[in-house]
């Protein structure tokens, strides 16, 4: 796909290729444990042999990642989750079997990577079954697409308006918390903020 310039800037194959080989060499040769807490609880896009509700202490999800090119555009910008720093988060943990590892999560690295507005981190997580390692996707403080602490007002300004290559701001918000009422998980700001997109989109109706 030819690059947007008004978008962000998408990492090359031999860049995302050279991370993921670094990010490897701190896994072993078993499975792997892969964390999500957005769209891969929804759409994981992964070759997983199992699946498990999981807690992730010392992060929380958050609409804290500016989207403008897949859900937003310059012009509207979308807002995506992703980790950011205290609290606890609730998500789901995938087993990516051995042996090819790296072949069965190269997809879901590039989808998540491509953007530069994520950074990989191995992280402890607790299930019912005990605890895991596992691999996950927060927040690149020092890029240009971290939006920082806003209000759920803005963020819901924000959500309700953009439209972007694969869809609406609103619509991913909405399958997450679709699918978070299904593992039963409340996440209080999610049910916040999808109550105050609602409202804004209700608004936009009345008025056409």
Known sequence: ????????????????????????????????????????????????????????????RRFCLWQW??????????????????????????????????????????????????????VNLTTMQGALRGLTFVVNHEGGRYAGRISDEIAADHIASACGEAGTSAEYLLETVLRCEELGIHDPFLWRLQELVAERMRTVDETR
């Open 1 to 60: 796909m030819k690059d947007d310039p008004g978008a962000h800037k998408q990492l090359t194959e031999e860049e995302l290729s050279a991370w993921l080989d670094r990010i490897l060499l701190e896994h072993d040769e078993g499975d792997l444990w892969l964390f999500g807490y957005g769209s891969l609880m929804w759409k994981p896009d992964l070759d997983f042999a199992e699946s498990r509700p999981a807690l992730l202490k010392g992060w929380h």
């Open 69 to 122: 090119r897949w859900r937003g555009s310059r012009h509207h910008p979308g807002l995506m989750l992703a980790l950011d720093r205290g609290g606890a988060c609730r998500g789901v943990a995938y087993r990516i079997a051995a042996p090819r590892v790296r072949e069965k999560v190269a997809k879901v690295w590039e989808r998540e990577m491509g953007g530069n507005g994520y950074r990989p981190r191995w």
